[in-house]
């Protein structure tokens, strides 16, 4: 199956939570925002967005069209694709804890975002510095040691603490090489701090990056540089 990935094309944002899945078991994909042509681009994009003959319409990106399913919201996507891709074991416990762990990662994720937007989405950042930087302190203080900390709980009590789940790559553990990724663009004074106290995170980070497919994936043109539009900013006043 060539699947059609539907995201922003300038930024990582949450479909690079999906387009790691994809590229880490080399999936035939379309991202569809990104390529030209008819039946592309940002147009294709949202034209799905404001068609009125989907019955179960999405109400944001990243959208993921599979065959006849047409699938939306980031933690939904990859649970679909974690047995479609090999991405989690085979059972249903472990794939209720890696929707869990994942759905987890979605919290953190809009915490992330908030130390940059903690008003409203509809603001620039310069109409909200002043509780973005409150936002930030509480977020390098307790939020960010708080979720780190639970997630390194959870590798080492899953047997060698070399994956989140089961004893091979599954997409929670792409996520949170994501998430290192990310935090280390965004808040690089504060993950140099909180890093020690998480050594089974970053040496997981460390094996995704060099996993064949990531390692090719991170090298090549897909992959779209952090910047100031996506979740993960680099504001050095919000990483004092």
């Known amino acids: 199956m060539t699947y059609e990935m539907f995201y922003w094309p300038g930024i990582q944002g949450r479909g690079e ?21 008819a039946g592309r681009g940002v147009k294709a994009m ?15 990106p990243p959208i993921l069209r599979a065959g006849a399913l047409l699938i939306g919201q980031t933690a939904n996507i990859l649970q679909y694709l974690g047995p479609h891709l090999g991405l989690v ?8 804890w890696a929707n869990q762990i994942e759905l987890t990662v979605t919290d953190f994720v809009l915490e992330i975002h908030d130390t940059h937007h903690p008003i409203s989405n509809s ?3 310069e109409d909200q510095k002043t509780e973005a930087a409150a936002r930030a302190a509480k977020f390098r203080e307790l939020r960010a040691p708080k979720y780190l900390g639970w997630f390194e709980c959870i590798l080492e009590r899953n047997g060698r603490g070399t994956h989140l ?14 998430i290192i990724e990310g935090l280390r ?6 993950m140099a701090r909180l ?31 952090f910047n100031e539009m996506g979740l993960f900013r680099r504001y050095p006043e919000l990483d004092a």
Do not use: C, W
């Open 17 to 37: 939570f999906v387009r790691l899945a994809l590229e880490a078991a080399g999936a035939d994909y379309i991202d569809i925002a990104r390529e030209t042509g």
């Open 185 to 190: 663009y965004a808040f690089p004074n504060m």
């Open 89 to 96: 074991p085979e059972g249903e416990a472990a794939r209720i």
């Open 123 to 125: 603001l620039y950042y």
């Open 46 to 60: 949202q034209a799905l967005l404001a068609s009125t003959d989907i019955t179960h319409p999405s109400f944001a």
């Open 165 to 178: 789940v089961g004893s091979s790559l599954s997409y929670p553990d792409l996520s949170l090489f994501q």
């Open 195 to 225: 890093e020690p106290t998480i050594p089974g995170l970053v040496a997981l980070h460390d094996r995704v990056a060099k996993s064949p497919n990531i390692a090719a994936y991170l090298a090549s043109p897909r992959r779209i540089p």
